[in-house]
């Protein structure tokens, strides 16, 4: 929960002291899902023959369907490959379309399983000023997550359109210098970030639409019986879900070993 830290009005010392435990709280905590995860030896070498398959993308496809993914098989390939964008020079943006109750939020949240959540922003929607609010480098080469499209302002939109086309953000704002003067001085926030999206619009405003892939949710009545069959499956035990857990955990740990490229920025 990103707020405008620096927008509070002013207040009592205690006011003061319970903000400044606060926001250490959060520091606290958003360095903890930081924390760089370390990954065995065994977990490497399997993850290296995974990367280095001449079939890569037929094996990708094949795990993600092990990991709980029912259907799909395009749509769930390609999500998977605008989420692992992140840690590329130029990023990929996607927006999941389908009516209320298709599916689209769990097969965006399926694929988000599959991401180092360490590198994940995901949020249900932003308001007017929070992109601008994030520390200059918080959204560097992360992937960002809207549960839902539907619910953002304009200005929300334009300020998310920015940072998807333009790789940076950036506000001309005021604040204090170190002797308490008004100064104006301009807030950037880095990216580039990769961005997956849901929602039940049917058709996509345009200047959202022209920077991202549109997947449209498989609403057939034949994707409906495999997901029943699926959960029926689940609850009888003849999904192995130690098999599925374990998927997961190798695709992430996939993901965490690929070298990150980033770009300066000016």
Not at 183 to 205: D, F, H, N, R
Not at 232 to 253: D, F, K, M, P
């Amino acid at each position: 929960d990103h707020r405008d830290l620096h927008s509070f009005p002013t207040r009592r010392s205690s006011d003061l002291t319970y903000r400044d435990q606060q926001i250490s709280q959060l520091q606290q905590e958003n360095s903890r899902e930081r924390k760089p995860v370390t990954v065995t030896p065994a977990l490497q070498k399997e993850c290296r023959e995974l990367l280095r398959s001449p079939q890569l993308m037929n094996k990708l496809g094949d795990k993600i369907g092990l990991s709980g993914v029912v259907g799909e098989e395009m749509n769930r390939l390609l999500l998977f490959c605008v989420a692992s964008s992140y840690k590329m020079p130029k990023t990929l943006h996607a927006i999941v379309q389908g009516s209320s109750g298709s599916g689209k939020t769990h097969l965006l949240n399926a694929i988000l399983e599959l991401m180092p959540p360490e590198e994940v922003l995901n949020v249900t929607r932003i308001t007017d000023k929070s992109l601008y609010n994030y520390g200059k480098h918080d959204l560097k080469n992360k992937l960002f997550v809207i549960q839902d499209l539907d619910g953002l302002s304009e200005e929300a939109l334009l300020a998310f359109r920015e940072l998807i086309s333009y790789e940076k953000i950036a506000s001309s704002t005021t604040g204090q210098d170190k002797n308490g003067q008004i100064e104006s001085y301009v807030k950037e926030v880095l990216g580039p970030v990769a961005s997956m999206t849901a929602t039940t619009q049917t058709e996509v405003y345009e200047d959202n639409e022209n920077r991202c892939f549109t997947l449209a949710v498989n609403e057939s009545d034949d994707q409906t019986k495999a997901i029943i069959d699926y959960m029926n499956a689940c609850s009888v035990g003849v999904i192995n879900a130690s098999e599925q857990q374990y998927t997961r955990q190798l695709l992430r740990h996939c993901i965490r070993m690929l070298q990150q490229i980033g770009r300066a920025h000016v």
